[in-house]
C-alpha cells in the first residue's frame, strides 16, 4: 500500500485545515485508515482512526471534538478534518493503513510520507 498525504501548510490558532490522504496499492478497502504525528522532541501520537468499512472512529484524547476523520472508499483516500487549530497541534501528520480492518493499531503496517501542518499563535 502506497500512502500520499497532502493539505499541510500554515493556519493561524482557531483556524482550520483539511489533510487528505490517497492510498494505492493492495486493496485499500480491506485496511483500516488512520493518522499519527509528531512535533519536534516529541513522542510520535495518535491522532485518528477509522475502520475498513467507515463504520467505526478513534480519536485521540488531545484531538477529539475538533478533529474528524472520514475516508471516501470509492476514492481509496482518507481525510482529517481539523478545526479549532491550536500551536501545539503544529507537527509532522503521517497517513496509515493497518491490516486490522477495525482500528489502527500502535504498529501499522504502512506509513506515507509526513505532511507539515503549523499553527501559528
Known amino acids: 500500500v502506497q500512502l500520499q498525504a497532502s493539505g499541510g501548510g500554515l493556519v493561524q490558532a482557531g483556524g482550520s485545515l483539511r489533510l487528505s490522504c490517497a492510498a494505492s496499492?493492495?486493496?485499500?478497502?480491506?485496511?483500516?485508515l488512520g493518522w499519527y504525528r509528531q512535533a519536534p522532541g516529541k513522542e510520535r501520537e495518535f491522532v485518528a482512526s477509522i475502520s475498513s468499512n467507515g463504520g467505526m472512529t478513534h480519536y485521540g484524547p488531545s484531538v477529539k471534538g475538533r478533529f474528524t476523520i472520514s475516508r471516501d472508499n470509492a476514492k481509496n483516500t482518507v481525510y482529517l478534518q481539523m478545526n479549532s487549530l491550536k500551536p501545539e497541534d503544529t507537527a509532522v501528520y503521517y497517513c496509515?493503513?493497518?491490516?486490522?480492518?477495525?482500528?489502527?493499531?500502535?504498529?501499522?503496517?504502512?506509513w506515507g510520507k509526513g505532511t507539515q501542518v503549523t499553527v501559528s499563535s
Open positions: 496499492g493492495r486493496t485499500v478497502t480491506m485496511y483500516a
Open positions: 496509515v493503513a493497518d491490516s486490522a480492518r477495525g482500528v489502527v493499531t500502535t504498529s501499522p503496517d504502512y
